[in-house]
């Protein structure tokens, strides 16, 4: 494995090493107005807005708005054109000299939102999560509903809502139904993080042409970590029979960093779906299920290791879903996994299943427990895949703080027109 310039001082085992190279959106602490597209490599990053202005005039373009928009929709080729001319600035010494001006101390950013979220759709991907739910909500049924092993379940969100890690996610409000049944709007009392893998779509596709498994890694750049935050109490009043809305549309967090599929290479491994009967449309010929350790801290302490290698679907099977009917791609299109969950109690990426829907509360560090989320609570995912040679791919974290709901005159407990 070729690694990181010894002038560079970055370790072998760092998570952000020369096999990961994740891109992201940043500003410098002294020109907070000004927006650069930087490259994380080990504590430093590489300002990779000014380096193609230096070194590959031709392609500076793609980077001087100071996010991945551009990038992103130049397509595969370019993708692995710009990959290919970081890894050799950052490897030769003889490039020292006209990159080493160009980093910056991670710790002297402030990180952005990397991309324009074009659309947003999470899907309900991992069968160990929809079994416990289903065991939850529905104790003398079929944990799965019938459909579940046919196709990758999905929901449209918002796109405006999705936000940077570090963003503060305030309590939302709804409407909800008590245990006696009596309606409520006011803030919700069972808020919920949900651990996820986000993929981030590059190229576009054209209305009514679908597009195959197969062609997965032409329209994925890479993917990012996601907290699609819950509110579960509003989301049980309103989800029959449209599924969720407000319950989950106030919120998303994404990781700063979107690592490339080219650096998860080493990750790739078999997903449990290959093993059942499915239409041609979702049959993929590739192996893309993928082989990531995801790690959830909530106020400092470790409550779940979920292990996205349980998950049924692969991203590959999912987008084949998501565009079967003909619908199109856009650039910056976001789709998440859906909560990712293992068999074990302590791998499961949701507080309804890690306290079993309010029944069994966790321990924190500071002797309280949960239930659900708290104001002040301040949730963090952070995951590591196999790289090359025995390293560790990192693909950095995503953490947002509960800020109150907002006072007002509508929360005016049980009254309603």
Known sequence: MT????????????????????????????????????????????DLTAATERLIPARAHLFAAGNLDDFLAAGHSCWAQIRAEVTKWLSADEYRVAVEDLLVPAAATQMRLPF???????????????????????PDAEPLTPNWKHLPIAYHGRAGTVVASGAGIRRPCGQSKSADGQLSFGPSARLDFEAELGFVVGAHSYLGDPVPASRFANYVFGVCLVNDWSARDIQAWEYVPLGPFLGKSF??????WVVPLAALEHARIRPPSRDTELFDYLTEAEDWGLDIDMEVRLNGKVISRP??????????????????NGACLRSGDLYASGTISGPEPGQRGSL????????APIQLLDGSSRSWLHD?????????????????????SVTGCILPAIPSEFHSGTNRP
Not at 376 to 396: C, F, H, K, M
């Open 376 to 396: 002040g609570d301040e949730l963090t995912i952070s995951a590591s895949a196999p790289g090359p040679d025995g390293a560790r791919v990192g693909l950095g």
């Open 116 to 138: 324009t979220i074009a659309d947003y759709v999470d899907f309900y991907a991992c069968e160990h999560h929809a079994s416990n739910i289903g065991k939850i909500f529905r």
């Open 251 to 256: 919120a998303t967090t994404v990781s700063p």
């Open 3 to 46: 690694q990181a310039a010894d002038w560079l001082e970055v370790w072998p085992d760092h998570p952000f090493g020369l096999g990961a190279l994740p891109y992201g959106s940043y500003t410098a602490a002294h020109h907070a107005e000004v927006y650069r597209v930087g490259v994380a490599i080990g504590d430093q990053v590489l």
């Open 352 to 359: 309804i299943e890690l306290a079993w829907n309010g029944t």
């Open 307 to 324: 292990p996205y290698s349980a998950m049924h679907w692969s991203p590959a099977q999912m987008l084949a879903h998501m565009t079967g």
